[in-house]
């Protein structure tokens, strides 16, 4: 094989700038580092009902795959709010409101400069899970909060959002519409925009919302112990999550760190693109895919620091594999069930395409041996499209996890 494969159901391309003997250099340590990763993990474990989400292993799911092994970190545990996002967003605040106050995290949570805090207004755009981290965070610190929500994002979404206390601004328009508007309001209004994607002269505050996004890694490099799995799939919009859990690794374990495989939907596939062209590049994908929370048309200019010679392999794949994940989550056999959504299960959706073409698994040494790690990165986050797909609601699923 080349180093690209392309199928209706997956194109793979093999990422032949990643040098596994290559040390963790300065310019991913400028996004994670070891005492980055520290401080958000001490940060994080001091928020009240911090607990690490479980460590799943399906045993099961590995038979039918052919492979030895599959873990999944199972986000949808984080906190109350469902997604991994919860690290990152409210970090983000958390950072900001530690910069702009000049007390510590812990003075701020233990309400010790609460006027201060209240004179601080945070704002973002988003679909749903960022925003949602964004309004908690500042509610669990007392900051103003204002979400824009540009016209497509369900009213399910919107009140979760509303329950953590924000403000919601609702924007005639898509989504790059409402990311002007809260940029817009933000200038005019001395507000701070805690986005999860950076851009050239804004990279502080998205680089904290990386490295909230560590504690996932860290807890499961623990989790794992001795047994250190061989490969790893995971799923990307604009890069943050892949980032935060390849950086650690590749920091911690140099050479024998997974083989890590990146995984987008074929419509929104700038980080693959960005792979094949060697530099930046935006998506040539229509943005229109089952999977919403990945619709990212650019990748994050601080997540592919670490992506272009960190990550192994990149992959896309077609839109009927994430249904068939998350009904193998739910209806979960020998394994029992589990409630994943639509962008949470794509980590497994790209194992399964890779799993179901020969060639594409020799090229990663996907074989009997392979000892697999997957982050389930959300759970029913839209219940009304959860319902739709699997055919009963996520409470009537029967997870015990
Ligand atoms: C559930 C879920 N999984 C994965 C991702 C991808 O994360 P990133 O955009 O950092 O690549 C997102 C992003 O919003 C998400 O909400």
């Avoid at 990386?210 to 504690?215: D, E, L």
Wanted: proline share 4%; hydrophobic share 40%.
């Amino acid at each position: 094989m080349t180093h690209q494969s392309i199928s209706a159901d997956l194109r793979l391309h093999l990422n032949w700038r990643c040098d596994r003997n290559a040390p963790y250099g300065d310019q991913q340590k400028a996004v994670i580092d070891t005492e980055s990763r520290q401080m958000a993990r001490r940060t994080i474990a001091a928020w009240p009902g911090y607990a690490p989400t479980p460590l799943v292993d399906l045993p099961g799911l590995a038979k039918e795959l052919g492979v030895a092994r599959i873990r999944i970190k199972h986000e949808a545990k984080r906190f109350t709010l469902k997604s991994f996002k919860a690290l990152g967003g409210a970090y983000g605040v958390m950072r900001i409101l530690q910069r702009e106050t000049g007390a510590s995290i812990d003075d701020i949570m233990a309400g010790k400069v609460k006027d201060k805090v209240a004179g601080v207004t945070v704002c973002c755009a988003t679909d749903g899970n960022h925003g949602r981290a964004v309004a908690w965070g500042a509610q669990l610190a007392g900051a103003r909060c204002v979400i824009y929500l540009h016209s497509h994002v369900s009213e399910g979404r919107e009140a979760a959002i509303a329950a953590y206390g924000a403000e919601i601004a609702r924007i005639d328009g898509n989504y790059d519409d409402s990311v002007r508007q809260a940029a817009e309001d933000a200038k005019a209004n001395g507000w701070i925009v805690v986005s999860d994607t950076s851009w050239p002269g804004y990279e502080e505050i998205p680089a904290w919302v990386k490295q909230g996004y560590t504690v996932i890694m860290g807890e499961a490099m623990e989790q794992l112990g001795d047994d250190r799995p061989s490969h790893l799939f995971v799923q990307a919009g604009v890069g943050g999550l892949a980032c935060a859990a390849i950086g650690p690794l590749w920091e911690d374990w140099g050479a024998d760190r997974p083989f890590c495989t990146v995984v987008e939907p074929h419509e929104a596939d700038c980080i693959y693109q960005s792979a094949v062209q060697g530099q930046m590049a935006n998506g040539l994908g229509s943005l229109d895919t089952v999977m919403a929370c990945l619709s990212a048309g650019e990748a994050s200019p601080l997540a592919w620091a670490i992506l272009q010679t960190g990550a192994d392999a990149f992959i896309t794949i077609d839109d009927h594999f994430s249904p068939g994940a998350m009904r193998r989550f739910a209806y979960g056999g020998e394994d029992g069930p589990m409630v994943v959504g639509e962008s949470g299960c794509a980590g497994l959706a790209g194992l399964m395409a890779m799993a179901a073409d020969p060639l594409a698994r020799e090229a990663v040494g996907l074989g009997p041996d392979a000892d697999v790690l997957l982050i389930a990165s959300e759970g029913a986050t839209d219940p009304s499209i959860y319902e739709e797909i699997i055919g009963k609601p996520a409470d009537a699923v029967g997870e015990t996890i």
